[in-house]
């Protein structure tokens, strides 16, 4: 019968991810569905001007804010516990893309909740964290042309971030499904 240690550690490294990761993993995971139904709320379905648009945007903005700080969280705990290894047998391109990939989701993590930040504070709108505090701004109100600019970034940011998404996703089904090498169980 196998120790319970040898289920989360071998000779090279853990097997899974440590359990806060994973937690933050899936907490992250499921606030990124909510933001991106939220926003597209926002941007392709326009609530008019109301309580409704300032809660959604409340939101948005305040959950944003909590992405950006898990996110923090994740680097620190995932730099102290370390992450699994790809079986050897995994092919050169798909180790260099799932690094990539990794590496991609978390500097667009950390960049898009920072844009969108300002892309608010840009409108002139302070960001009131879950209506508990407000954030401080750093730009303030800006002329319209550059909120704009703003705006442009963090469209863009979601998009870069829902393909990336996809991709990592994509992964996921392909260790599962086509190779069943059991990377899946990493993040399990």
Not at 55 to 75: A, D, K, M, P
Not at 133 to 143: D, L, R, T
Request: glycine share 10%; proline share 6%; no cysteine.
């Amino acid at each position: 019968m196998a120790s319970t240690r040898s289920l989360y550690v071998t000779d090279e490294g853990p097997a899974r991810y440590a359990v806060p990761m994973r937690w933050l993993h899936w907490i992250t995971a499921i606030l990124i569905a909510g933001m991106f139904f939220v926003g597209g709320w926002l941007v392709y379905f326009d609530p008019g001007d109301g309580p409704l648009k300032e809660t959604l945007y409340g939101l948005h903005e305040s959950t944003g804010v909590t992405i950006w700080v898990l996110v923090l969280l994740r680097i620190v705990v995932r730099l102290a516990t370390g992450a699994p290894k790809l079986p050897g047998n995994t092919p050169a391109g798909v180790r260099v893309l799932a690094t990539l990939n990794h590496i991609a989701l978390y500097l667009v993590l950390l960049v898009q909740p920072v844009l969108g930040f300002l892309d608010a504070n840009a409108w002139g709108a302070p960001l009131h964290w879950y209506g508990l505090f407000v954030v401080p701004s750093p730009i303030g109100k800006q002329p319209d042309a550059v909120a704009q600019g703003f705006s442009d970034l963090h469209w863009w940011g979601a998009a870069i971030l829902l393909l990336l998404l996809a991709v990592h996703i994509a992964g996921a089904l392909y260790h599962a499904f086509v190779r069943r090498d059991g990377v899946i169980r990493h993040m399990a």
